[in-house]
């Protein structure tokens, strides 16, 4: 089945503008592109986020660019690029300064969709106007033409701009049901900028937050790390709240935020966030690893007690714990491979640093995933676990020389082995 095209926009814009921006700002190979295809007779604009930063001050990161010429047409003007896609087909550029993506102007309202509204193929090509009217916010729909310094409005765009106002192209029921993961986008969006989300397009996210069940888990993991890595994790991770939209990424999280150990549980997460939000603006490393074991930590935390209560000892609870957890939440949103093994170890370590003497803390400090661990056994201190001596110990142990780090690991060589596991099980209550 086909989507009727979407009504056009109650502003009336110009739809040809001109205006100045610093050519320095924008990406030489986008700029290259975009030449190469007018020399081949074809039009070609900047469009997107690129331009709606541009025109807000901001340093963009991506430059994507439409045009009326098809994958294959672009392909042969470019040996250094590819198709992707196939639901979606767009080219890829490759250059010195990295690549561009290449799309062709998509005819509006011919996308096919299921019958739950959600577009399984948009590969129908159009003009320009109606390429316009398929996208997903009027701040995300002007064109520029570097070569001829316009800008082409054609919904309104920059008039809302102006009014820091999120809206949606079309009716926001619709749109969302073609694609859920535009709330999420929405919200990112609406924290980035600043912007409010239109009332109408509030109350479909209110509404329709149920949706992203529907979208492939490794397609939500990408949008969470949009956006809880763009240094403004804290003010999205309460949009989300707010919008309910959370409660389906992380529906084991939301549970333990609301339960009994939730007060000490959310001040984990916010200083976890807050300190994401520091090392970003600071241009330090961050690892979602990192982030998805805080969000499950309060699971895990509490299905381990559950499992103990059961009989279970820590040890094997733990172990199962946490397979359970991964694998739950597995359902909603996709955890890669490749972040599975050191979030797993973050957790692993945090009852090993209980084992302060003899060899064994050597061995620990000398583990490659202590330094992250640390930083969350530290970050469980902040938040008001009762860790915050254990905390202190590993601090000066770091930071001491070798003869005091000797000192320190023999201070109370023969301690029961007994006392240490039962110093390990407290760390979940």
């Known amino acids: 089945m086909r989507r009727a095209t979407p009504e056009p926009s109650k502003h009336s814009p110009s739809p040809c503008i001109p205006v100045e921006i610093d050519s320095s ?4 190979n986008a700029l290259r592109v975009i030449s190469k295809l007018h020399d081949a007779g074809y039009e070609a604009y900047l469009v997107g986020g690129g331009v709606r930063d541009l025109l807000l001050g901001h340093s963009p990161k991506d430059f994507d660019i439409a045009t009326n010429a098809h994958p294959e047409e672009v392909r042969k003007l470019f040996d250094n690029s590819r198709i992707i896609g196939r639901r979606f087909r767009i080219v890829h550029v490759y250059g010195s300064k990295g690549l561009v993506e290449v799309a062709t102007f998509r005819a509006a309202g011919r996308a096919h969709v299921n019958q739950k509204g959600r577009i399984i193929a948009d590969n ?11 996208r997903d916010f009027t701040a995300n729909a002007l064109y520029y033409d570097p070569d001829e310094a316009r800008l082409l409005d054609l919904v309104g765009g920059l008039q809302d701009l102006d009014a820091r106002m999120l809206r949606v192209i079309g009716e ?17 969006l609406s924290v980035k900028l600043d912007f409010q989300v239109e009332k109408q397009a509030e109350e479909s996210i209110y509404r329709l937050g149920h949706l992203l069940s529907e979208v492939h888990p490794a397609r939500l ?18 949009a989300l709240r707010e919008f309910g939209l959370f409660q389906h990424l992380f529906p084991m999280t939301e549970k333990e935020l609301c339960g009994r150990s939730g007060e000490t549980f959310s001040a984990l997460v916010y200083t976890a966030l807050q300190r994401t939000d520091e090392r970003i603006r600071t241009g330090k490393h961050v690892t979602p690893s990192f982030l998805y074991a805080v969000f499950l930590w309060g699971p895990l935390r509490a299905l381990v007690r559950q499992l103990e209560l059961d009989g279970l000892s820590h040890k094997v609870a733990h172990a199962a714990a946490v397979e359970n957890t991964v694998i739950s939440q597995m359902r909603f949103t996709s955890i890669p491979k490749r972040l599975q093994h050191p979030m797993r170890e973050i957790w692993d370590l945090q009852f090993r640093f209980y084992r302060k003497y003899g060899n064994s803390a050597f061995r620990l ?13 530290c970050l469980r201190a902040a938040a008001g676990e009762p860790v915050d001596r254990l905390c202190e110990w590993w ?21 029961p082995r007994k006392s240490q596991r039962g110093s390990a099980k407290r760390t979940y209550h």
Not at 124 to 134: L, M, P, V
Not at 181 to 187: D, F, G, P, S, Y
Not at 221 to 238: H, M, N, Q, S
């Open 365 to 377: 400090y000398r583990h490659p995933r202590f330094r992250a661990a640390y930083d969350f056994l």
């Open 25 to 28: 700002c924008i990406n030489r």
């Open 395 to 415: 601090t000066t142990f770091q930071e001491a020389d070798l003869p005091t780090k000797r000192k320190m690991t023999n201070a109370r060589r023969g301690r």
């Open 172 to 188: 926001p029921d619709l749109r969302f049901r073609e694609d859920p993961a535009r709330m999420l986008r929405a919200v990112r």
């Open 221 to 238: 993991f990408d949008e969470i790390v949009k956006l809880f890595y763009t240094g403004f994790a804290v003010r999205t991770f309460d």
């Open 124 to 134: 129908t090509y159009g003009s320009i106007d109606e390429d316009a009217f398929r």
